[in-house]
C-alpha cells in the first residue's frame, strides 16, 4: 500500500511539467531574436486581455442584483 496522495502526485508532476516548459521557453528565448519571441508574446498578452475585457463585459451588474436582493 502507497503512502502518496493521489492529489500529491498530480501537484508534484504539474510541478515538473511546468519547469519543464520554463527551461525549453528560456532556451527558445536564448537561441531566437528578440522580435521574434517578444510578437508571440505579445500575441498571447493581447489574446489574455481581449478575453478578459469580453468577460469584463459579461458579467452581471452587481448594483443591479443588489437591488434586486433589496426588492425581494
Known sequence: MSNSD???EQLARNQQER?????EWAEYVRTHPD?????QVNT????????ARHLEDERPNLDEIDSDL???
Do not use: H, M, R
Not at 44 to 51: I, P
Open 6 to 8: 493521489p492529489v500529491d
Open 19 to 23: 519547469y519543464a516548459f520554463i527551461k
Open 35 to 39: 522580435d521574434e519571441w517578444g510578437e
Open 44 to 51: 498571447l498578452v493581447n489574446s489574455q486581455l481581449e478575453s
Open 70 to 72: 433589496i426588492d425581494s
